[in-house]
């Protein structure tokens, strides 16, 4: 039995994104560079990439996660550039410019790779590097996107700055690429620099009973209102866990009209798949955040630093709860005060929650 897509974004489909597709249309338009904040499988990667798309444009993705020194990061980037541009005429320029620079390059019908061996060039290809998706898009007359996942992750190798300052410098002197910085939360620094933010929310209610009706209304089934309600309090608009909770619906093979019973039994096999993976994110996060999370799991509020709170909750004092409050969103666990410090992953919650209880 095929499972059915169950895709809220992918193909150039972005339900309930219109503003924000818009707001990042424009920025690209003017040439501008932003930073899409939202929590994990919120739909951030698959924004910049219709976007781009509906532009005629390229999209290069690069996973700084992954990079551990400077070679490795050129390594990335030319791997991105080598993704994106994949046409004949545009892997001969690709060709002409590794020739150019005197770069290796794997090039064969199963595999198209540049490798730059010895670090002993690495601070004069840097540059050459860096300038590549602009000599590419003034070629083929295109914008370039460049999306960095994880970008705050340069620091940790590089520790001065020279690196990043490079890159800023060099990104400043493009006229026709664009950077989208994809993180779970806008931080000090990118606030202060300009850059144009896109938050993306959690989607409304309204917008994930429309798509769940007409969804299962192409394979033959509706839904009651107690199980629209049932399935909108799991999943409270998140985009990830909709799709996966609407997946896990369909293998049960629910009756023509769906009831609450079908869902609720739907979540309670999906808690039961996950539980191993939540046991071990918490295994991996200090003793106050885990606290703090159980807390907000059991009893919300806005106001986790009241008095009033701390004590009932027994939650460390002053930094060290700003501190585990700050880290939680940074790893998109929760939502920040304008969000009135929800955890972000519902389903996680409501575990959470059967856990502690």
Same mark, same amino acid.
């Given at each position: 039995? /095929?499972i ?5 974004f992918?193909?150039?489909?972005l ?7 818009? %707001?990042?249309?424009?920025? =690209?338009?003017?040439d ?5 904040a939202?929590v994990?499988?919120?739909g951030?990667?698959a924004?910049?990439?219709?976007v781009?798309?509906?532009? $005629? $444009?390229y999209?290069?993705?690069v996973d700084?996660?992954?990079a551990t ?5 050129l390594?990335l980037?030319?791997?991105?550039i080598?993704t *994106?541009?994949? *046409?004949?005429?545009?892997?001969e320029?690709?060709r002409?410019?590794? +020739?150019g620079? %005197?770069?290796s390059?794997?090039?064969e019908?199963?595999?198209f790779?540049?490798?730059l061996?010895?670090s002993?060039r690495?601070?004069q290809?840097?540059?050459a +590097?860096?300038a590549?998706p602009?000599?590419?898009a003034? %070629? ?11 970008f705050s992750?340069l620091?940790?190798?590089d520790r001065q $700055?020279?690196?990043e300052?490079q890159?800023r ?10 950077? *989208?910085l994809?993180?779970?939360a806008?931080e000090?620094w990118?606030i202060a620099s300009?850059l144009?933010i +896109?938050? =993306?929310n959690p989607?409304?209610?309204t917008?994930?009973?429309q798509?769940?009706?007409?969804q299962?209304?192409d394979? $033959?089934y509706g839904f009651s209102?107690e ?7 799991a999943t409270?608009?998140?985009p990830?866990?909709t799709e996966t909770?609407?997946r896990?619906l369909w293998? @049960?093979?629910?009756?023509s009209t769906?009831e609450?019973?079908q ?5 309670d096999l999906?808690l039961e798949?996950?539980?191993l993976?939540?046991e071990s =994110?918490?295994l991996?996060?200090p ?5 703090? @999370?159980? /807390?907000?799991a ?7 630093? *009241?008095?009033?709170y701390?004590?009932?909750h027994?939650?460390?004092r002053g ?7 700050? #880290?939680?969103?940074q790893?998109?666990?929760i939502?920040?005060p304008? #969000?009135?410090?929800?955890?972000a992953l ?9 856990r502690? /209880?």
């Open positions: 039995m /095929s059915p897509q169950f895709a809220l992918g193909h150039g489909l339900i309930g994104r219109a503003s924000e597709a818009g %707001r990042l249309q424009h920025c =690209l338009e003017q501008g560079d932003c930073l899409i939202g994990p499988r919120s951030r990667t924004l910049v990439r219709a781009t798309q509906s532009l $005629g $444009g999209c290069l993705e700084c996660l992954r020194n400077n070679q490795r990061f390594a980037y030319l791997d991105a080598a *994106a541009f994949t *046409a004949p005429l545009e892997r320029q690709l002409e410019w590794a +020739i620079h %005197r770069i390059l794997q090039d019908p199963t595999a790779k540049f490798e061996g010895s002993s690495e601070r290809l840097s540059s +590097i860096l590549l602009q000599l590419l003034e %070629r083929f007359e295109q914008r370039v996107v460049v999306m960095f996942r994880n992750h620091q940790t190798w $700055g020279h690196w300052a890159l410098s060099e990104i400043a002197r493009q006229t026709q690429v664009c950077y *989208a994809i993180a779970t806008a000090p990118a300009g144009e +896109i938050a =993306l989607l409304s209610q917008t994930i009973e798509w769940l009706d007409q299962f209304a394979l $033959g209102p199980a629209l309600q049932a399935f909108w309090a409270q608009g998140h990830g866990e909770l609407a896990r293998l @049960l093979q629910p009756s769906i609450r019973s869902v609720d039994a739907a979540v999906l798949d996950l539980a993976t939540f =994110l918490l991996l996060l003793t106050s955040q885990v606290r703090l @999370l159980e /807390s907000l059991i009893d919300p509020t806005s106001s986790p630093q *009241a008095q009033q701390i004590q009932k027994q939650l460390s930094g060290g709860l700003q501190g585990a409050l700050n #880290s939680l969103m790893k998109g666990l939502y920040g304008e #969000s009135g410090y929800q955890i519902p389903l996680f919650g409501q575990w959470l929650r059967r502690v /209880s």
